[in-house]
């Protein structure tokens, strides 16, 4: 379970080295896990290390919830002065990634309508 934490870890640290250096406006983590897709894209499994410690992580999951809930409690004062900004930044973040969300699926379909009536 160390050795595939570390794997995790390390493409993490890989990816926010890449952001740092070509100052790609990125979280490093995404460029890690998308360095990981890749990996498991090209060795075409996924190791039983990998997935114990992914699903141990993942049923974990909502402790990465606690400093997001303190972080909220501690600037309470400000937020209560800036609600409305906030409220319309996430009414209109939420209508934007649903409509794209949308869109992309209706592209999805007609490429696999597509493929089953060519293929």
Not at 22 to 28: A, E, K, Q, R
Not at 65 to 70: K, L, N, R, T
């Amino acid at each position: 379970m160390i050795g595939a934490l570390a794997i995790l870890l390390g493409l993490q640290l890989i990816g926010e080295v890449a952001v740092q250096i070509s100052g790609v406006p990125i979280p490093g983590p995404v460029v890690g896990m998308l360095l990981l897709f890749s990996v498991l894209r090209w060795r075409k499994s996924l190791p039983y290390k990998l997935r114990k410690t992914a699903e141990t992580l993942l049923s974990h999951l909502s402790l990465l919830f606690i400093p997001a809930g303190v972080g909220i409690i501690q600037h309470g004062a400000r937020l209560a002065d800036e609600w409305l900004a906030l409220l319309a930044a996430m009414v209109l973040s939420t209508l934007i990634t649903v409509a794209i969300t949308a869109l992309v699926m209706q592209w999805i379909i007609r490429i696999q309508r597509r493929t089953r009536r060519d293929g």
